[in-house]
């Protein structure tokens, strides 16, 4: 799960992360009011967007008065913001985060990821701040430092002050830096996070650390422990269909192609994927029904993949272990009834219970093409979905 800018810098000033004066606006008006509580003669008007990339497509505004101020703000409101990295649709700007300017020496890059390969948190920083970690990789490889955490002591101070000086920061504020970076693995740390961007940190005129943006996503697994967190979701932020699919407790991920797939088990789904592609065809998402599907999962999972108006085919994918596919097949029957489906279908059954799966299918007396195998299956999907 992703969270805002501006509910990520909240949590990391808990674990005593320095971070610019600012407050939220809904309204032009409401922006103003927050420059004069702040104070100051500089502010900066932020979009709040699940998205990076905001300062190159207009969603940062740097103003001089509670004039401009309001001015940003009503620009940005209401609006749907197209950034590098939001895809084409973009983000709609429901909510602005108002901050006080600050006086910018130097801009540093500070990231915290998880490596699976190593099984450690990783921490990784750049004094190429400013600009993403992927452009950092290509035009200055040699500025990036990457720090394992040992688990089974976490993240030691001498590791931080590394860091801290391999960025080349001023030995006056060391020790803040230090701070800020142990703080940041903290957040990320007992929060869950998956992922921890600030970029940039900066290096103010006044030798002071301030994290003057802030990337946060979280391990969804880990929600059930941290309400808080969890309270932070914002909806008006995700794809529409993966919220529902969330809602209704499966596993869906949109994706830009005309077969729908209907799979159990996240491996099947990705190898159904590559067997779509493979065919010549393209996926138009990737859903898991999950091991124990019923008749009603299958139902729900149908109405998911229909909404979306690309789909030309559906394949319906089950290798049954725990589930059975005479339950499936009775899903699938009950689905095409209760949703009145015109598209063609493809079904590839195999596993528990296969022969009666089978029988029910050829008995119900709805329209649908069976696969012996999932190549066959793929191929029958993308022949389909091509002549519709
Ligand atoms: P994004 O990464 O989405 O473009 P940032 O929060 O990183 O958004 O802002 C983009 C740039 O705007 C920063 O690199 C920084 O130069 C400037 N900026 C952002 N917030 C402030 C602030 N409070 N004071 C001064 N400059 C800022
Ligand atoms: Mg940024």
Avoid at 35 to 52: L, M
Wanted: net charge negative; hydrophobic share 45%; charged share 25%.
């Amino acid at each position: 799960m992703d969270i805002h800018e501006y509910q990520a810098k909240e949590i990391l000033a808990k674990f005593g992360v320095p971070v610019p004066r600012g407050g939220l606006a809904y309204s032009p008006e409401q922006a103003a009011y927050r420059a004069r509580e702040i104070g100051g003669s500089v502010w900066v008007v932020k979009a709040q967007v699940h998205t990076g990339g905001r300062g190159k497509a207009g969603g940062v505004k740097v103003c001089k008065s509670e004039h401009e101020v309001e001015e940003a703000a009503d620009r940005m409101l209401g609006r749907k913001l197209v950034t590098h990295q939001s895809g084409p649709a973009g983000k709609m700007v429901n909510r602005l985060y108002i901050e006080g300017g600050v006086n910018i020496a130097k801009e540093f890059y500070l990231g915290f990821v998880l490596d699976r390969s190593l099984q450690r948190v990783i921490v990784i920083a750049s004094s190429e701040g400013g600009m993403d970690i992927e452009e950092i990789a290509e035009k200055n490889p040699d500025s990036i430092v990457r720090v394992p955490v040992e688990p089974a002591v976490g993240m030691q101070a001498f590791q931080a002050r590394e860091i801290a000086f391999a960025l080349g920061i001023p030995g006056a504020a060391v020790t803040e830096a230090a701070q800020t970076i142990l703080g940041c693995y903290r957040a990320f740390r007992d929060k869950d996070g998956t992922m921890l961007e600030i970029n940039p940190l900066v290096l103010t005129g006044e030798n002071h650390l301030v994290a003057l943006d802030a990337k946060m996503s979280f391990d969804d697994n880990a929600l059930f422990r941290h309400p808080d967190i969890s309270e932070l979701r914002d909806k008006s932020q995700e794809d529409p269909r993966e919220t529902q699919a969330a809602d209704r407790g499966l596993s869906y991920v949109g994706l830009d192609g005309d077969v729908g797939c209907i799979v159990n088990g996240a491996g099947l789904a990705m190898a159904t994927m590559d067997m779509i592609l493979l065919a010549g065809g393209a996926p138009a998402n990737f859903l898991d029904i999950g091991g124990g599907a019923t008749p009603d999962r299958v139902a729900k999972a149908f109405r998911l993949v229909t909404q979306d108006k690309n789909v030309k085919a559906i394949l319906v994918n089950i290798f049954a272990g725990i589930n059975r596919c005479d339950w499936v097949a009775q899903g699938v029957v009950k689905a095409v009834e209760m949703t009145d489906l015109k598209l063609p279908l493809i079904v590839r059954l195999a596993g528990t219970h296969v022969e009666e799966g089978r029988r029910i299918l050829a008995e119900s007396g709805i329209n649908v093409i069976t696969a012996a195998n999932l190549a066959e299956a793929a191929s029958k999907s993308v022949a389909a979905a091509k002549a519709a």
